[in-house]
């Protein structure tokens, strides 16, 4: 069931003719349509291109996921050997020039080092954007596969001055989640991290994706979209907040060692805690999802299998109850990745940038669809600051 509230429209005359006062934070506001991804009417379900993605993160590999978000369908054998063979060859093919430019980035959080890289590439393969299928394509590809390099390229060189070369020979997510750790991953923990980054793809007109669009309409680069994009999916409210469950949890765990009480229950005096405090619990709520956000199911099948995953999920669970019971709010799926990537042993602040290795793939679809039907986004504003003021000079003005 909905609990969507109503939506809150005013019209009133503006200057150029009827203005629509729309709900703060654009809430249940639909600026255009999209065949990509969305929420059923009764906001239970994402959907991905038609399927179900619950259906296609239990399914799907890596590829197909990406090639179903580019072209809209999935691949026959031909076609998912070719973006396979393209994704693999491009993730090896990270300009030397870009690593060099990333030792000169001070170590600060890794998120930075994807809009840097990002930008790089942009310079560096296309500084004459075009808006042909075939180049449109092929970028968004680069995107995709040389984005999770740029970030563990950056980590590693801003704490030990060397990283992991990439190893076209393995799977992309096997690979990535390689050049994370620095070890290899056996064939669970790679089939988890590729459930994730499927998990992760798209969402709607989230903030980033929205983000990515608008930057879009102005038809400047992809590059640059996406670059954008991942400056917006760096805020706790959206996909910072996988980083900041994990605090919490790590946090909560290490005061329930020192009182001696185990972390399942002790997790519900903590939360109180907060609540009573104001502080936001990181990895719950959600702009769409009242009631359950089906991504964390299918995270949880992979918890369960991990280390300490029935334990984790006891704490997951009760720390649901009473969010449920207090504010009614349920957990999304950063809350589910938090300890997901704990597990596999991802480090903390690498939490939001695998996000985007995921999201990356939403971003370039959603660029591609928005340049070929485009309208520059620009919204007007209702100005209520003052009006009538009138210039004076300095020495006029600043007397005292
Ligand atoms: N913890 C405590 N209270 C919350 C939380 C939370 N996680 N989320 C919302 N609320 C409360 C707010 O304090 C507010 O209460 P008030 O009306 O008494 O002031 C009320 O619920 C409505 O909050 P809004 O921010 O207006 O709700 P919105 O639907 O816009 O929020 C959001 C969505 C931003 C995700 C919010 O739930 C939140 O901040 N969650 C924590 C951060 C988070 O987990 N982000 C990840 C989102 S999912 C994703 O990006 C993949």
Same mark, same amino acid.
């Given at each position: ?26 809430e249940n506001v639909v600026p255009d349509t999209t065949a ?116 563990a390229a950056g980590w590693h060189l801003s704490r030990h ?100 009480? %185990? ?85 903390? %602040? ?16 959603h660029y591609i669809e928005q340049v070929k039907n485009n ?26």
């Amino acid at each position: 069931m909905s609990r969507r509230p109503e939506v809150r429209c005013v019209e009133e005359e503006g200057p150029l003719g009827k203005l629509i006062i729309v709900p703060k934070g654009l809430e249940n506001v639909v600026p255009d349509t999209t065949a990509i991804s969305g929420v059923d009417p009764k906001g239970e379900h994402t959907i991905y291109r038609g399927y179900l993605i619950t259906d296609l993160a239990e399914n799907a590999n890596f590829y197909e996921a990406a090639y179903l978000f580019l072209y809209g369908q999935l691949p026959c054998e031909d076609e998912l050997r070719e973006i396979k063979r393209k994704i693999d060859t491009y993730r090896a093919q990270v300009p030397e020039k870009l690593f060099d430019a990333l030792k000169l980035v001070p170590a600060t959080h890794p998120m930075y080092y994807g809009s840097f890289g990002v930008l790089f590439l942009g310079q560096y393969y296309a500084p004459e954007w075009r808006f042909d299928d075939d180049f449109l394509y092929d970028h968004a590809l680069r995107l995709i596969a040389q984005l999770p390099v740029i970030f563990a390229a950056g980590w590693h060189l801003s704490r030990h001055g060397t990283f992991i070369r990439p190893d076209p020979g393995l799977d992309h997510p096997r690979d990535v989640l390689r050049m994370i750790t620095g070890r290899t991953p056996s064939d669970l923990a790679a089939r988890a991290f590729e459930v994730s980054l499927i998990l992760y793809m798209d969402h709607g007109f989230n903030a980033s994706t929205f983000t990515v669009r608008v930057i879009g309409s102005t038809l400047s680069d992809m590059y640059s979209a996406v670059a954008g994009g991942i400056g917006a999916l760096k805020g706790p409210l959206h996909g910072g907040a996988n980083e900041k469950a994990i605090e919490m949890l790590l946090d909560a765990k290490r005061r329930a060692e020192e009182l001696g009480k %185990p972390l399942e229950e002790y997790i519900e005096e903590y939360i109180l805690e907060k609540l009573k405090r104001k502080e936001r619990i990181m990895g719950f709520g959600h702009r769409i999802y009242k009631i359950h956000d089906p991504r964390t199911d299918v995270a949880a099948k992979y918890i369960r299998q991990l280390k300490d995953g029935e334990w984790w999920l006891k704490v997951l669970k009760r720390a649901e109850e009473v969010m449920w019971r207090e504010k009614r709010l349920p957990a999304n799926i950063d809350f589910y990745t938090a300890v997901l990537y704990y597990q596999l042993g991802i480090p903390v %602040p690498m939490y939001t940038p695998v996000f985007a290795m995921g999201r990356v793939v939403g971003w370039t679809a959603h660029y591609i669809e928005q340049v070929k039907n485009n309208r520059l986004i620009r919204p007007t504003e209702k100005y209520v600051g003052p009006t009538g003021l009138k210039y004076r000079p300095i020495e006029e003005r600043c007397r005292r």
